[in-house]
């Protein structure tokens, strides 16, 4: 840890026993300091741009889908973004980490996990939860915008022409896009990504 530097951190809201534990967690670490805590998914933005945390914990379960994750990353670079989910995937950790976040925890990991993986975000290092394997910590494919916005549609249960439609490209384009998704995010077909989603 680097001692001479505190890092600032935003806590998006998490369910009660959670918060208060981070919360605590957090404070009790002398080079860590909160800036905003129990924040909205809605107000997020706000937050991230009044306080400009070098780190922001976000609680998967209250995103509306996990392409927020992009939208933040894009709209506030200088933040790392740590995701905290239930049980989350190995797909589901490379989906998010290939949407911009720089760690990807469950909600279930030890207290120093947490602490070290707010550490190592804030210097731009990934991290991944115990146990993940074949999920690439850095190298990975990153989503183009378009394929991010095709999974989007496709974690909402639409069809190709559905999803073509909403676009307005191609239903050949929309399954272009479908499968450098599933190939840059390690999964085979749409019940594979949308399956057991971490909330």
């Not at 120093?112 to 993986?117: Q, T």
């Amino acid at each position: 840890m680097d001692l001479g530097r505190v890092v600032t951190v935003a806590l998006a809201r998490f369910e009660d026993l959670i918060n208060v534990g981070l919360r605590s967690l957090i404070e009790h670490d002398p080079n860590l300091r909160i800036v905003a805590s129990d924040v909205e998914a809605d107000r997020l933005d706000s937050v991230m741009s009044e306080c400009s945390p070098r780190v922001a914990l976000l609680n998967l379960a209250a995103l509306r889908a996990p392409t927020e994750v992009r939208r933040l990353h894009v709209a506030h670079p200088q933040t790392r973004l740590v995701v905290l989910a239930s049980h989350p995937t190995p797909g589901e950790c490379s989906q998010l980490l290939a949407l911009g976040a720089t760690a990807c925890l469950g909600k279930e990991v030890e207290s120093r996990d947490v602490l070290n993986a707010i550490h190592l975000a804030s210097r731009g290092l990934h991290v991944l939860p115990h146990g993940t394997t074949g999920a690439p910590s850095n190298g990975f494919d990153v989503l183009t915008p378009r394929e991010a916005d095709v999974l989007d549609h496709l974690q909402l249960g639409r069809t190709n022409g559905e999803i073509a439609a909403a676009l307005s490209v191609s239903i050949e384009t929309v399954r272009t896009h479908a499968r450098s998704v599933f190939r840059k995010l390690g999964v085979h077909n749409r019940r594979e990504l949308t399956g057991g989603r971490a909330n």
